[in-house]
């Protein structure tokens, strides 16, 4: 490796500074001439002045090649290793790196600029993927432990029919949330790519809202739930159905989930100008002020004591189909009272600029 780098040297010095030495003793022994054409000397002068002419030429192309040579080592190469040096770290991994920019000529300037950016962009990605697979990790001990443990359980042959039944039951439920959680995984994954693209369509918004509550008629009057609507006739909307469902189902879920039996759900719809707003509010668990904050967040879950019900990601795959529609979400909540989630979208969707 270093032989070559060696050979390369040797190459470049003769193609480069050769070439930039000839160019300049062309250059100033062109100005002599011209120079001379203007001037009479004799022969004896001619003889006399050549040597010292040639000597002077000489020592200016020496000097400005060597010159050449240095500002090309100190303000290209210099650089250009150090940017080499970082780019191997960077792509060994350590997203660390941060270059100084001012200590760069303005030809690097930006090259070193966009790779500190670039390195930022890298390391928060980093950071996300990390608390990414240790959240699932930790969500997934849940429902595996519980699955490990019943079936450990049902093993027993001295097990009561009764007993197998729920112990299955248990197991069954784990396993679907454990199902619904790597399809979320999957959907959060798909629109942070973006490889879903949204399919738009024009249609009735209060008819999707009560298609979507009807889904779980058997849960509010399981819990003896009281649904209340009030939903604007003749609203249309612009936007992917597909894409819409999975945010009023999220949203309806948890209201139902965490409403305690007899409690009210309410849904509401309204046309405010050029955009629509809905509502979904429950008298439910409620949230701290803290914790509406980051609820949105991923596997991030306000009430740890409804675990159970949930893997925090339903909220999250809500907020990115919203800020993909190019819509707002919103939660006001209090504890002991109830939460309500008020969702805004433009009825048309706007021009590309």
Known sequence: MKRKKFWYAIRRFLFVYCSFFILCGFVVTVSFFLFFQFVELTEEQVRTAAPLTFYNILFITATLTIGEAVRHRIAVERPAREILAALHKITAGDFTVRMPEHAMQAEFAEIVKGINTMTEELSGVETLRTDFIADVSHEMKTPLAVIGNYGTLLQDPNLSPEKRMEYAKTITVSAQSLAEMMTNILRLN????????????????????????????????????????????????????????????????????????????????????????????????????????????????????????????????????????????????????????????????????
């Open 190 to 353: 798909r629109l942070d790519n973006q490889q879903i693209y949204p399919d738009m369509q024009t249609f009735d918004l209060a008819e999707q809202l009560c298609e979507c509550l009807l889904q779980f008629e058997s849960r509010w009057e399981e819990k003896e739930i009281n649904v209340q609507t009030d939903l604007a006739e003749d609203v249309t909307i612009t936007a992917d159905g597909e894409l819409l469902a999975l945010v009023w189902n999220n949203l309806l879920s948890n209201a139902f989930k965490f409403t305690p039996r007899g409690g009210t759900v309410s849904v509401s719809l309204k046309a405010d100008g050029e955009d629509v707003v809905v509502a979904v509010n429950d008298t439910g668990y409620g949230i701290s002020k803290e914790s509406g904050d980051r609820i949105f967040e991923k596997f991030y879950q306000a009430d740890r004591s409804h675990a159970s019900q949930g893997n925090g990601l339903g909220l999250a795959l809500v907020k990115r189909v919203i800020d993909i529609t190019g819509g707002s979400i919103t939660v006001d909540s209090k504890l002991g009272v109830g939460s309500t989630f008020t969702v805004r979208l433009r009825r048309e969707p706007h021009d590309a600029d």
